[in-house]
Structures are given as C-alpha cells and as structure tokens.
Nanobody, 117 residues
Framework: QVQLVESGGGLVQPGGSLRLSCAASRLTFSSYAMSWYRQAPGKERELVAAITSTGGTTNYADSVKGRFTISRDNAKNTVYLQMNSLKPEDTAVYYC??????????WGKGTLVTVSS
C-alpha cells in the first residue's frame, strides 16, 4: 500500500522558515502528482501547493504564492514544501497527498506547523 510520511513540522516564529518533507514508499513515485494540503482548527482542509509527476508544473494557493515552494526529488521519492515568511495564519496540520489521475488519493498522517511568537 502507498505510504506517505511527513516530517519537518514544528514551532517557528512569524517571519521564519520551515521545510516540510514527505517521504513516499510502496509506489512508483514518478507516476504520481504530489500536493500539500493543510487544515487549521475549525477549518476545512485546503490545497496549499501541487506539483505534477514530472515536476514541470506547480500551482499554489493565493495565500502562499511567493512564500511557499513545492518541489520533488523523484530519485529520493520525496516531495518538499519550503515555507518562508511564515505567518500565524499558516498554523495548521500539513498533509502530503499523492494521486494518479485514475486512482484514489493517498494521504499521510500530517505534521503540525505552529507559527507563533
């Protein structure tokens, strides 16, 4: 079964940076589009960033454009989310998602990012 394990979350001050990683296994990683979602307390899960299977195309939520960067290393079966200029409103559990167009999505268990002074 596809397995996704997020890491890199933690406590960071406003304006700081953090890099999340998602290690994928039990899948042909290069065949999957990857994305990051987040869910804050009391809010619905929302798409943060996505990247195509080849890494050729990315897209971002308007709220993170210019601050976050999604990337992938297919040789390492890992997708990253570089988060800069973090704001308190970025506080959420961040989830890794993997999906092929014809298949169901797969989810990691999430990693908590807390932005607070």
């Amino acid at each position: 079964q596809v397995q996704l394990v997020e890491s890199g979350g933690g406590l960071v001050q406003p304006g700081g940076s953090l890099r999340l990683s998602c290690a994928a296994s039990r899948l042909t990683f290069s065949s999957y589009a990857m994305s990051w979602y987040r869910q804050a307390p009391g809010k619905e899960r929302e798409l943060v960033a996505a990247i195509t299977s080849t890494g050729g195309t990315t897209n971002y939520a308007d709220s993170v454009k210019g601050r976050f960067t999604i990337s992938r290393d297919n040789a390492k079966n890992t997708v990253y989310l570089q988060m800069n200029s973090l704001k308190p409103e970025d506080t959420a559990v961040y989830y890794c998602n993997a999906k092929r167009s014809w298949d169901i999505p797969y989810w990691g268990k999430g990693t908590l990012v807390t932005v607070s002074s």
